[in-house]
């Protein structure tokens, strides 16, 4: 029992990535709080957890939910000793989805052809302000947000681990998605800084950088782009929730005890730089 005893929060966990966290957490001992915007979901997955487990519906871009959060998990569990921020959204709205798909599809076809690129994405001068701080709101204000209040706990216990979920485009850019590149380049850097800040009190802070996983945020993708997402990873074969879920639970145990600031990216090859 890698966590036995410790608790752990974490955001977005009603489903895909953080649903597999929040349940290999619990197997492993932990006593899990289950963070996602809708309460249905968090409660199903706390219910799947099974033992001392709590689910908590809250907004992770708004501070004030936020803040109530963790006054919830203090009245609850006394303190937190796991934090793992994973909340996150992959598009802003159907309409702008639907035409960023429809373009990458039609480059990929292009490209196929042999023909070149002739048709230009054009995401960033069409990109609404609404849909730019709506990605930047729940991936790194949220991290934010979290880690603040998390860290008021683990000072007063005797440390405690972070595991931010950045993502493999922040180590190489996504052309179709700027806004979620930048909140994911973001998380890193802020991962860095805050490792460097709390080390002495003994609190770890690192990040995960997955590639392309099978989870509902990847579902909207077409039959196309998942084709060439397979073609571009040497491992021929898109990731699993569990896979994550495995690289989280040794950054957040003691087998990480000497890790910190640091990225991990279960990628399957895609990127290795």
Request: aromatic share 4%.
């Given at each position: ?86 909340a996150g959204i992959g598009v ?182």
């Amino acid at each position: 029992m890698r966590l036995q005893d410790r608790i752990a929060l974490v955001t977005g966990g009603g489903s895909g990535i953080g649903r597999a966290i929040a349940l290999r957490f619990a197997q492993e001992g932990a006593r899990v709080v289950v963070n996602d915007l809708r309460k249905d979901a968090a409660e199903e997955v706390a219910a799947a957890a099974g033992g001392r487990t709590l689910a908590v519906a809250a907004d992770v871009a708004d501070s004030a939910q936020v803040r109530a959060m963790f006054e919830q998990v203090e009245r609850a569990m006394g303190g937190l000793d796991v934090l793992v921020n994973n909340a996150g959204i992959g598009v802003t709205s159907t309409a702008e989805s639907r035409r960023v798909r429809e373009k990458i599809d039609a480059r990929i076809m292009e490209t196929v052809s042999g023909q070149g690129i002739q048709t230009h994405l054009d995401v960033t001068e069409h990109m609404t302000d609404e849909s730019w701080h709506r990605m930047i709101g729940v991936h790194l204000n949220g991290t934010f947000f979290c880690t603040r209040e998390a860290l008021k706990l683990m000072r007063r216990g005797k440390g405690g681990a972070i595991v931010n979920l950045s993502s493999v485009a922040a180590l190489m850019g996504l052309e179709n998605v700027p806004h979620y590149s930048a909140a994911k380049g973001g998380i890193l850097a802020f991962t860095r800084a805050v490792a460097r800040e709390v080390a002495s009190r003994n609190i770890r802070v690192n990040a995960i950088c997955p590639g392309f996983i099978d989870t509902p945020m990847t579902e909207p993708m077409s039959d196309l782009t998942r084709k060439a997402v397979l073609a571009r990873t040497p491992l021929g074969r898109w990731g699993t929730p569990d896979e994550i879920a495995a690289t989280a639970l040794f950054l957040a145990s003691d087998e990480a005890s000497f890790i910190t600031g640091q990225w991990l990216s279960p990628n399957g090859g895609l990127f290795t730089g």
